[in-house]
């Protein structure tokens, strides 16, 4: 694994308007990610662990404070910069699989290729691949309300991987699912993450899951802490 950081997070925070003043979700976070690493954010609920990933995906970006990626300032970047380092680089994976139920499964993993530009053929090809590495090729021409929970949660990882992005970002990616199908999902992130290369930072309330993983953080009153 190299020991060059994928993302620098100097400072961070993040504050939101509430009903009466200014509400502090992240205070001074300070993170290194290497590239090919695993990370796990762990924390309850409202503690800033989906704010952290927003901010990691550029969805958002910090009040103060710094994150590169790959030396890169995010926020210094265009809205429309960022929306192409989201497409090209950046695999976002969801509790929920947010796919069209129009369109058929290979259509769905297909989507961020076409919506970046790619002719259809080649589109197509890469998500097939995608759909070889999550165990779904024979499922390419099924619509996705014909699939299982976990097939579509799986589908929606294929479509996070179409473009060979740099780092997987996943909230709460197995959340929806039950245990068996979860544990299914566990497994394929973490070989995703093995075989493929691709860095992975996961907000995750599963501990078996964070137990494989190479470093576990904890989120409490928008501070990070590692996590023996």
């Known amino acids: 694994m190299p020991d060059t950081p994928l993302y ?44 952290l990933l927003h901010l990691l995906s550029t969805l958002d970006t910090p009040s103060w404070g710094e994150i590169t990626m790959r030396g ?5 970047l265009s809205g429309e910069a960022r929306a192409r380092l989201r497409n090209r680089e950046i695999g976002l994976i969801f509790q929920f699989h947010h ?13 961020p290729g076409i919506i970046g530009g790619m002719p259809r053929p080649k589109a197509f090809d890469l998500a097939r691949e995608a759909l070889g590495h999550v ?54 992130l973490l070989r995703l993450n093995r075989e493929l290369g691709m860095t992975l930072v996961v907000v995750t309330h599963n501990q078996g899951l964070a137990q494989r993983m190479d470093r576990r953080l904890e989120l409490h009153a928008g501070e990070l802490h590692a996590q023996v």
């Open 8 to 51: 620098q997070l100097r400072e961070v925070g993040k504050e939101v308007a509430g009903p009466a003043e200014r509400l502090v979700i992240l205070r001074r976070i300070d993170l290194s990610v290497k590239e090919g690493e695993s990370v796990a954010i762990l924390g309850a609920s409202g503690s800033g662990k989906t704010t």
């Open 72 to 76: 890169r300032n995010l926020a210094a």
């Open 99 to 111: 796919l069209l139920p129009e369109f058929n499964t290979l259509e769905n993993v297909a989507m």
């Open 135 to 188: 165990g779904l090729s024979e499922r390419t021409n099924h619509l996705v309300t014909t699939l299982s929970g976990g097939e579509r949660q799986r589908a929606a990882i294929a479509r996070a991987i179409l473009m060979k992005p740099q780092v997987l970002l996943g909230d709460e990616p197995s959340g929806s699912l039950d245990e068996a199908n979860g544990e299914k999902i566990a497994e394929l």
